[in-house]
């Protein structure tokens, strides 16, 4: 059963393979995202998840196929095509924020704006991250406090924040809610429907399934790399995808 959105894709993968050595970690896996919706990628370990993100992403390079963005064939072979050629921001588990820095310069770090082309313009950029944070509803104390004095919660939003920032339309986040507490797991949970809100795409990567069936409009479930089932939230349920993701459910 497949999306029943009318609209064309935003982001497609067709046929993608990739192997390492003789392990074969995904076959032939076909994928479609449409603007303004919410897609969960789910499957046990090693089913091939990570490795089709970060074929998307330009980390690892596909050994076929092909990645269309908006019905046009691109070629992703670095994560900076990723973000030139097809809009899409990665957010992974481990962040990558700099927590001796403040919320504010982590958001902006490397796009700062400036003024007479040769100093920061911090007025501007606190300003232009308060607005972010303001209108995504992350609860934080300040732009100016440090990343390292934030909850796990708080350092997921300033992530997505950040992404955001740099005018993306379509977001991967890894495994968002891991090792979150239920507030904190419900405040990603808002922000990722603030994100469909605003018009973005969203891929989404977890194992919580109380978590997906909260956010998601759709689920695509991979199994030993290859794509097992494609449902939409509202015609399927939590034991239909734990028998795709095991085997049991063909």
Same mark, same amino acid.
């Given at each position: 059963?497949?999306?029943?959105?009318?609209?064309?894709?935003?982001?497609?993968? /067709?046929?993608?393979? *990739?192997? %390492?050595?003789?392990?074969?970690? &995904?076959?032939?896996?076909?994928?479609?995202?449409?603007?303004?919706?919410?897609?969960?990628?789910? @499957?046990?370990?090693?089913?091939? *998840?990570?490795?089709?993100?970060?074929?998307?992403?330009?980390?690892?390079?596909?050994?076929?196929?092909?990645? +269309?963005?908006?019905?046009? /064939?691109?070629?992703?072979?670095?994560?900076?095509?990723?973000?030139?050629?097809?809009? !899409?921001?990665?957010?992974?588990?481990?962040?990558?924020?700099?927590?001796?820095?403040?919320?504010?310069?982590? !958001?902006?770090?490397?796009?700062?704006?400036? %003024?007479?082309?040769?100093?920061?313009?911090?007025?501007?950029?606190?300003?232009?991250?308060? *607005?972010? !944070? /303001?209108?995504?509803?992350?609860? &934080?104390?300040?732009?100016?406090?440090?990343?390292?004095?934030?909850?796990?919660? #708080?350092?997921?939003?300033?992530?997505?924040?950040?992404?955001?920032?740099?005018?993306?339309?379509? %977001?991967?986040?890894?495994?968002?809610?891991?090792? &979150?507490?239920?507030? #904190?797991?419900?405040?990603?949970?808002?922000?990722?429907?603030?994100?469909?809100?605003?018009?973005?795409?969203?891929?989404?990567?977890?194992?919580?399934?109380?978590?997906? %069936?909260?956010?998601?409009?759709? +689920?695509?479930? &991979?199994?030993?790399?290859? /794509?097992? @089932?494609?449902?939409?939230?509202?015609?399927?349920?939590?034991?239909?995808?734990? @028998?795709?993701?095991?085997?049991?459910?063909?």
């Amino acid at each position: 059963m497949v999306s029943d959105n009318t609209k064309l894709p935003i982001l497609q993968t /067709k046929n993608i393979d *990739k192997s %390492f050595g003789h392990v074969q970690a &995904l076959k032939n896996v076909d994928i479609d995202l449409y603007p303004s919706e919410v897609v969960a990628l789910i @499957g046990d370990n090693g089913a091939g *998840k990570s490795t089709l993100i970060k074929i998307i992403s330009g980390i690892y390079q596909k050994d076929s196929g092909e990645i +269309l963005y908006k019905g046009n /064939k691109v070629e992703i072979n670095e994560p900076k095509d990723a973000v030139d050629k097809a809009g !899409i921001s990665t957010v992974y588990q481990d962040l990558s924020l700099v927590e001796v820095q403040d919320v504010g310069v982590n !958001i902006y770090l490397n796009m700062e704006p400036t %003024f007479m082309g040769l100093f920061i313009n911090y007025k501007k950029l606190y300003r232009d991250a308060e *607005k972010l !944070i /303001k209108n995504l509803k992350i609860d &934080l104390p300040s732009v100016r406090v440090n990343v390292a004095e934030l909850s796990g919660g #708080q350092r997921q939003g300033v992530a997505i924040a950040r992404a955001l920032a740099r005018g993306r339309e379509i %977001f991967i986040l890894d495994e968002p809610t891991a090792a &979150l507490g239920v507030e #904190q797991q419900a405040n990603i949970n808002s922000l990722i429907l603030k994100l469909k809100e605003d018009k973005k795409t969203v891929l989404l990567i977890s194992h919580n399934l109380e978590h997906v %069936f909260e956010v998601a409009d759709r +689920l695509i479930i &991979l199994r030993r790399g290859e /794509k097992v @089932g494609e449902r939409t939230k509202k015609s399927t349920n939590k034991e239909e995808i734990v @028998g795709l993701i095991t085997g049991a459910i063909k």
